[in-house]
T-cell receptor, first 113, second 111 residues
């Protein structure tokens, strides 16, 4: 397993601003993943971040809105750009283990006013 | 349409009752995971099933993978308030091992 931390744990932001979420892992991992989750609902994958290459985005998510950095094997950031109230959500990062299993950070709860 | 449909979507029961959560798909999978998520935390892996017909037990939780590897169930015996949370099934997809999650089942166990 891996221990994952995220910063900030929560934030309240104004419409039109941007927020960068940090994800730190206690071991080196190849793949990191970013998800979005409405409270009480399931997770939707935003993108896969592989160190040393551009992130791969899922349908409905674009790099201009959700730029991702992956500078090394233990760290990644997700930026939510030009925020609107529809971006209010929980954002989670995860890393893969064996057999498709993943380990998750505690999430960042974002509220956009 | 969702790749993985879970039922029920919501479940509120009394402590001591039994319950079953279902995860269904029309696709065949090589493995399937179940996660539980508590408020303010990320999902935590409960189990991975890989063989059709496989049954795994984790204390009061029993997980079954369908014979055709298209569906799975989670049965909780004598539910406790600590079982409260969001239960998610998930499958791995593609070369990057990304996970596709089910629609989720929100369980509340009242004391």
């Amino acid at each position: 397993s891996a221990v994952i931390s995220q910063k900030p744990s929560r934030d309240i932001c104004q419409r039109g601003t941007s927020l960068t979420i940090q994800c730190q892992v206690d071991s080196q991992v190849t793949m990191m993943f970013w998800y979005r989750q409405q409270p009480g609902q399931s997770l939707t994958l935003i993108a896969t971040a592989n160190q040393g290459s551009e992130a791969t985005y899922e349908s409905g998510f674009v790099i201009d809105k959700f730029p991702i950095s992956r500078p090394n094997l233990t760290f990644s950031t997700l930026t939510v750009s030009n925020m609107s109230p529809e971006d209010s959500s929980i954002y989670l990062c995860s890393v893969s283990g064996s057999l498709y299993e993943q380990y998750f950070g505690p999430g960042t709860r974002l509220t956009v006013t | 349409t969702q790749l993985l449909e879970q039922s029920p979507q919501f479940l509120s029961i009394q402590e001591g009752e039994n319950l079953t959560v279902y995860c269904n798909s029309s696709s065949v999978f090589s493995s399937l995971q179940w996660y539980r998520q508590e408020p303010g935390e990320g999902p935590v892996l409960l189990v991975t099933v890989v063989t059709g017909g496989e049954v795994k037990k984790l204390k009061r939780l029993t997980f079954q993978f369908g014979d055709a590897r298209k569906d799975s169930s989670l049965h909780i015996t004598a539910a406790q308030p600590g079982d409260t949370g969001l239960y998610l099934c998930a499958v791995g997809w593609g070369a990057t091992n990304k996970l596709i999650f089910g629609t989720g089942t929100l369980l509340a166990v009242q004391p």
